[in-house]
T-cell receptor
Framework: DAKTTQPNSMESNEEEPVHLPCNHSTISGTDYIHWYRQLPSQGPEYVIHGLTSNVNNRMASLAIAEDRKSSTLILHRATLRDAAVYYCILKDYGGNEKLTFGTGTRLTIIP | DTAVSQTPKYLVTQMGNDKSIKCEQNLGHDTMYWYKQDSKKFLKIMFSYNNKELIINETVPNRFSPKSPDKAHLNLHINSLELGDSAVYFC?????????????????FGPGTRLTVL
């Protein structure tokens, strides 16, 4: 699986938007970009995924660069509940299902 | 309703013992997984089963033996526990198996089992 690079940590103020970046310069044409997050003392939780176009769901938005070598997870209005480690993961369409987790970005929300 | 459940939540045991962790999903999914999260918080796949058949085995010592009595259950049995087995173990499930050509699907994780080997 191609690798992803994320900042180790980020901070954001409560009720402000948060942009979490991810670089994946070796992404292949069949790789989907997935985001999961892990809240303290919980299992990972799916956030969003996309292939080429930007995606929105009730949790977040995913902005994918035109060359697909980077993406940004956007939390539109961070709350204290959004404090978690966010993982950007590439998964090959048609490949096996395993998720290869990196170190992720630890997001701290400041009240 | 808990989608993916694991028991026990905590497990403390002595080196050399044999123990099992149970996982059940009520989502009707075909594929189940075990992941290990070590003390440095790295999450790594161990096994994957699809319809009771082993699909992924990521160079895990053979002291670890997954068992899938039916597609809703994937239990993890560990023989001769070692100090290095101390970790949080997460079970997960998903609907589709990627290599079947279906769109890769969301994985749902259980709450984890914290195993401490003394």
């Amino acid at each position: 699986d191609a690798k992803t690079t994320q900042p180790n940590s980020m901070e954001s103020n409560e009720e402000e938007p948060v942009h979490l970046p991810c670089n994946h310069s070796t992404i292949s044409g069949t790789d989907y970009i997935h985001w999961y997050r892990q809240l303290p003392s919980q299992g990972p939780e799916y956030v969003i995924h996309g292939l080429t176009s930007n995606v929105n769901n009730r949790m977040a938005s995913l902005a994918i660069a035109e060359d697909r070598k980077s993406s940004t997870l956007i939390l539109h209005r961070a709350t204290l509940r959004d404090a978690a480690v966010y993982y950007c993961i590439l998964k090959d369409y048609g490949g096996n299902e395993k998720l290869t987790f990196g170190t992720g970005t630890r997001l701290t929300i400041i009240p | 309703d808990t989608a993916v459940s694991q028991t026990p939540k905590y497990l403390v045991t002595q080196m050399g013992n044999d123990k099992s962790i149970k996982c059940e999903q009520n989502l009707g999914h075909d594929t189940m997984y075990w992941y290990k999260q070590d003390s440095k918080k790295f999450l790594k796949i161990m096994f994957s089963y699809n319809n009771k058949e082993l699909i992924i085995n990521e160079t895990v010592p053979n002291r670890f033996s997954p068992k899938s009595p039916d597609k809703a259950h994937l239990n993890l049995h560990i023989n001769s526990l070692e100090l290095g087995d101390s970790a949080v173990y997460f079970c997960a499930s998903s609907q589709d198996l990627g290599h079947s050509g279906h769109h890769t699907d969301t994985q749902y994780f259980g709450p984890g089992t914290r195993l401490t080997v003394l």
